[in-house]
């Protein structure tokens, strides 16, 4: 515990009213007050669960900043969501090219740790099938919990960040329908997701990567409504449609949504997603 004086301020914007909305972007992100110390004093260390799961994410980012290389700037990005290290330069290029999404710990970070957690658990459930020949297995009933709770504490790890909450819930809606066997459509579960960011924090409608992250997403689900039923009919042209078409979809969805926040669009961040969403799914991910 840390008893400290300071001097704040309550957020404030600029007076351009079509430019950078700064008082909105620091309310959305929960920054009720800035300031500045005026001393301080250290009563007490934190041993609560949450400062220790605070102290080994911090770890986790200096020992991914600790890459040599750019590899200690994109890393922590990467698996923590911590963009602080990136330089200006290197961000503005992401940007410019259309990949600064894949720099945010989103549904595909999040998505890959489900897997991983799945196949790890998998293999337990295997060996307890060949030691103990049940036929109802216990580590089986307990997959969910399992799932629930590696994307939990990997959505913790990550920051929290209006993705890793759009994308943990969903993914934890999935993993609750799924084993409960009840039909729920994925819109619905958009919905449902979107009504729960909000209730969490009402303030995140102020922020752009809200609307942004749930239209890219809702895009997608009502897009590719019976879109299997065309890959059934011809699976190589259809993984070849899954490859570039899900671009184009997002691409033309939020471009009116760049345009509106003065945000930098390029025809050239269709090609250039195709190449390095696959790449990072199947190639840095694994290796990070």
Known sequence: MIKFSAKLRAPYSFINPYGFDYEAWQLSRGVDASGY???????????SLEAKLIEFRQEGIARAAALP??????VPALLFGESGYLNKKAWLDFQMTGTVHLLIVSGLHVSFLILLVMLIWRQF??????????????LMRLTPIILLGACLLYSYMAGMGVAVQRSGLMLAMAILVSFSRYHWSLFDSWLWVM???LVINPLVSLFVGFWFSFAAVGSLLLA?????????????SGKIELLY?????VF???????WLFQQPASLFSVLLNMLAIPLLAFVILPLS
């Open 37 to 47: 110390l005026l001393g301080y004093d250290v009563q007490s260390v934190d041993r």
């Open 224 to 236: 590719h409504a019976g879109i299997i039923r065309t890959f059934r009919n011809s699976i190589i």
């Open 125 to 138: 459930i295997r060996l307890e099938v060949l030691l103990f020949s049940s036929s109802h297995s216990v």
């Open 252 to 258: 033309l969805t939020l471009l009116p949504l760049l």
């Open 245 to 249: 078409r899900p671009q184009w979809i």
């Open 69 to 74: 290389g750019k590899a200690g700037q994109i």
């Open 195 to 197: 009504w729960m960011v």
